[in-house]
């Protein structure tokens, strides 16, 4: 509570109801004056940033080593002294695909050391690899030799209507792009739209919970909540495992930093994956046994999703190349 002094004018600012005392009974608002001095403001910057910064911490520390502990916290009511579960999802999930984007590539980077390597291949080689494109067990040589044999076949011998945008896709985007280009806008393109990816999947992740969980112990809200804290774990985890890497490239390569980048990798994404089981554990209140099963048949179920979303995924981002 701040130690502002009270208005004389006893009416809300912000919804017109009287107030009786500090705070408005219909709002919530404190009824002090709303023109405040530099040093006011400078004040309460401060306080707020420490407020924030202490239940930012405080979430980041319990997030990566105690499975469960903000999702039971958060739906047992103490929700002032850490992040709200969207908010934290939101901000880690901007953070981590913004850096990503920002660091190049350490293979790109690299790879400029050897651009003349590369140059040195003859233009002769070099429309040969790009051209011959094999697909439907057929090989084309461009797209004009793919319009020729469509219209000259015999209707029976040719191709669908499918396999035809199929074939001229892929001959489109080979004639357009070398395969160090193609890797490229790939792997933008993947990035970029893995967030989306990611908030498709969640509502899924959070129903197979709820479908192998007590109905009347458990809502879906509160596999949503611990689904959200779960995603936003993997996701600060691989971008603590991301900003590792480009700090260590930073450095000359060394049979040591290559053990140590090799060995914090297995350790993190062993984590990753060992995570679950805890949180799992914790948050459900099972006996072991019962929640290592549930925990390993959700993982299979989470799996063959996965495949199929990124499967579908990687199918929309082919056809949007150009």
């Known amino acids: 509570m701040s ?12 919804c017109r ?9 219909n709002c919530g608002q404190e009824n002090t004056d709303t023109r405040k001095t530099f040093h006011h403001l400078f ?14 911490w405080k979430t980041i520390k319990n997030l990566l080593f105690k499975p469960a502990t903000l999702t039971r916290a ?74 020729s044999i469509q219209k000259q076949a015999p209707q029976s011998e040719k191709m669908s209507d499918f396999n035809y945008w199929v074939v001229e896709k892929v001959l489109t985007v080979t004639e357009n792009n070398t ?23 969640m509502p899924f992740f959070a129903f197979n919970l709820w ?20 995603f936003s774990f993997l996701l600060l985890l691989f971008l603590l495992l991301f900003l590792t890497d480009k700090v260590l490239s930073l450095f000359q390569e060394s049979s040591i930093l290559s053990f140590l980048s090799g060995a914090i990798n297995f350790v993190g994404f062993g984590w990753m994956v060992y995570y679950f089981y805890p949180a799992h554990h914790r948050f459900y209140r099972e006996t072991r046994l019962v929640s290592f099963l549930k925990s390993s048949f959700l993982f299979l179920i989470n799996f063959i999703i996965v495949i199929i979303l990124l499967t579908t995924f990687a199918f929309y981002t082919f056809i949007n190349l150009k």
């Open 74 to 147: 958060y739906l047992s009511g103490k929700r002032l002294s850490y992040l709200a579960p969207v908010r934290l999802y939101i901000f880690i999930s901007f953070i981590t695909f913004f850096l990503i984007t920002v660091f190049p590539n350490r293979d790109s980077t690299s790879s400029n050391s050897n651009d003349k390597k590369v140059m040195v291949k003859s233009a002769k080689e070099e429309v040969i690899e790009k051209r011959k494109v094999n697909v439907f067990g057929v090989e084309f040589n461009s797209l004009k030799e793919l319009d």
């Open 179 to 201: 395969k160090e280009e193609l890797l490229e806008k790939f792997l933008e393109s993947f990035l970029h739209n893995l967030p989306k990816v990611l908030f498709i999947f």
């Open 43 to 56: 004040i309460h910057f401060f306080a707020d940033l420490t407020h924030y910064e202490n239940a930012f």
């Open 211 to 230: 479908v192998f969980h007590n109905k009347k112990r458990w809502y879906y809200f509160d596999h949503g909540i611990f689904t959200l804290h779960y």
């Open 17 to 25: 109801y009287v107030v009786e005392n500090r705070f408005c009974s």
């Open 3 to 14: 130690k502002d002094p009270l208005r004389k004018d006893k009416t809300c600012l912000n």
